[in-house]
């Protein structure tokens, strides 16, 4: 198929496109087919131009062609072009060639286009004129009607289930841009889509928000919470790439899913008026060349100033002094200092190792389903960890109507309890205590909450619940020692577990820093069901700690 058989020029310049769409040519050769025309006596059938006509292009390289007025493609005309740029209209529009380059896993990646916050409808499907070898080759209108289309930006997506997402952010404009694309299997990234679709307890809490992982650093910010559900945390790693997925029917934050990539800036702001601002609005600033748009995906306001992050959906990033408006609220402020940028992960969860996450830049999880193994980035862009949390469980119990009595506490060398692990450093002596002072700092693998034993001065290790603890000093629930006093210097011992069976086991959770020795004992002298009394050195260790009862009759 000749150029000349899929293409019509008129005698008002309209050069138009009337093949079947399966054929495409470059913009050098629409030149040569317009210059072809051009020499000719005269005009026939519907090519109508000739030597009488003005010149309707001219050629500053092979990829660089101008379309003289009255001489113009359109959008249709110009889908079955490549290889290069087309100018016409004096250079108020222009068509820009783009050309991306790389790998892809799959032959069937579909690659996306995001230009001025939206995706571009595709006429590629899998990519075209990619006889040399490159992904796709077709051009693109960078400028309209006077007007560079969100400054001749360009994101190439790729964005299959089941491989890896890349993108590459690319300026249109003369002759022929490239973009770089590589993707290869994703194998933390298997499960079919209808399968992730099917996960519903998975679930995000969206919004500037303080997250307590347990470190010790206190509440630190992030823009989400997943919470897993019933679900694994790599699990959710698929569920979100689900989200973001070619085709997606998914919003989040506000925005379809496909566009999506997360927090790329953040900012300091001043001079508030008319709020406050409503996280996932679109907010506005600039004109001009210092236009741009954002989605807010987290606001800390303190009134009259504070701080936002947000994703950059068109022109550029606002800088210091410009004035800010809430598209939803209709709230003002001013940019005040410097603007961060921030990186952002292809997936926008960040990566998955199969049973731990790296989050991306201010991704947050709810603390019950992360691990020491995982690595958290906050909104200050410091990173975290929770603590080794493990679990000890003593097994093989018998709760109900005649339960056995489980005690685990530290072991002093010999295998009997360590009673003098700690001591008193105040006197116990009113009728509503409610601290215990130690005269050391608190064991660092110390439970969040649970029983101490205090010896009084009637020699009674008396059982006392806390509810928390810091540095040296339990917190207890009100507690009488008025006719009982423990005096300081009296011992304490931490009781891990300390209680009568309710279950068939009984267990305790603490921050791993070293291995515990620990003692456990367990009793039961109950009619019907005596055992001999049980006892076993333990270790509390990097995994935890298991003990199973072993049951003998006490005959």
């Not at 402020?333 to 961060?340: P, S, W």
């Amino acid at each position: 198929m000749a150029i000349a058989d899929d293409f019509t020029v008129a005698t008002n310049g309209n050069i138009r496109y009337g093949g079947a769409g399966s054929t495409y040519y470059t913009v050098y050769e629409l030149h040569r087919f317009l210059q072809d025309l051009a020499d000719n006596a005269a005009s026939s059938g519907d090519d109508l131009l000739d030597i009488t006509d003005v010149n309707p292009s001219s050629a500053s390289t092979q990829q660089i062609i101008a379309l003289n007025s009255p001489y113009n493609i359109d959008d249709d005309a110009a889908e079955q072009l490549y290889g290069g740029s087309i100018t016409q209209s004096g250079g108020n529009t222009v068509y820009s060639g783009l050309k991306v380059i790389g790998s892809v896993n799959s032959a069937s990646t579909e690659l996306l286009i995001v230009q001025n916050g939206a995706l571009v409808t595709s006429w590629w499907s899998t990519g075209i004129n990619t006889a040399d070898g490159s992904l796709n080759r077709i051009v693109i209108k960078s400028r309209d009607a006077g007007a560079d289309i969100d400054g001749k930006l360009i994101r190439v997506m790729a964005r299959e289930l089941g491989d890896t997402y890349a993108e590459f952010a690319v300026t249109l404009g003369e002759g022929e841009s490239v973009a770089a694309i590589q993707t290869v299997p994703d194998l933390n990234n298997q499960t079919a889509a209808g399968t992730i679709a099917t996960w519903s307890s998975i679930a995000n809490t969206e919004g500037y928000q303080l997250l307590d992982l347990g470190d010790g650093s206190g509440g630190q910010p992030y823009y989400s919470q997943w919470d897993i559900g019933s679900q694994s945390v790599n699990d959710v790693y698929e569920y979100t790439k689900y989200i973001q997925r070619r085709g997606t029917a998914e919003t989040i934050h506000g925005i379809s899913g496909v566009l999506f990539r997360g927090i790329t800036h953040e900012l300091a702001y001043d001079n508030e008026a008319s709020g406050p601002f409503s996280e996932n609005e679109v907010i506005s600033w600039g004109t001009g060349a210092t236009a741009g748009t954002g989605a807010l995906l987290a606001l800390d306001d303190n009134g009259a100033t504070g701080s936002m992050w947000i994703q950059l959906l068109t022109g550029v990033a606002p800088t210091d002094g410009l004035e800010i408006t809430g598209g939803t609220s209709s709230a003002t402020c001013d940019v005040n200092g410097t603007v961060t940028a921030r990186t952002v992960s292809t997936a926008f969860i960040g990566s998955s190792t199969g049973t731990n996450i790296i989050g991306a830049f201010g991704i947050g999880f709810d603390v019950n389903d992360v691990s020491a193994s995982d690595t958290l980035t906050d909104l200050d862009g410091d990173t975290n960890s929770p603590p080794n949390n493990q679990t000890f469980t003593v097994g093989n119990l018998v709760a109900g109507g005649s339960p056995d009595y489980v005690i685990v506490g530290p072991n002093d060398g010999a295998d009997e309890l360590d009673l003098d692990q700690l001591s008193l450093d105040t006197t116990l002596s009113g009728g509503t205590e409610t601290a215990v002072v130690v005269t050391t700092s608190i064991p660092s693998d110390t439970p969040v909450s649970g029983t101490i034993r205090i010896l009084t001065d009637a020699g009674i290790y008396q059982k006392v619940a806390y509810t928390s603890w810091t540095g040296s000093t339990f917190t207890i629930t009100s507690t009488d020692f008025s006719g009982d006093n423990a005096t300081a210097g009296n011992n304490v011992f931490i009781s891990y577990i300390d209680t009568t069976a309710s279950t068939t086991s009984e267990t305790f959770t603490a921050i791993y820093s070293s291995d515990r020795s620990l003692v456990v004992k367990v009793r039961n002298g109950n009619d019907g069901a005596e055992i001999v009394p049980f006892k076993t050195p333990a270790t509390f260790g990097s995994a935890g700690g298991t003990v199973t009862t072993i049951r003998t009759d006490d005959v």
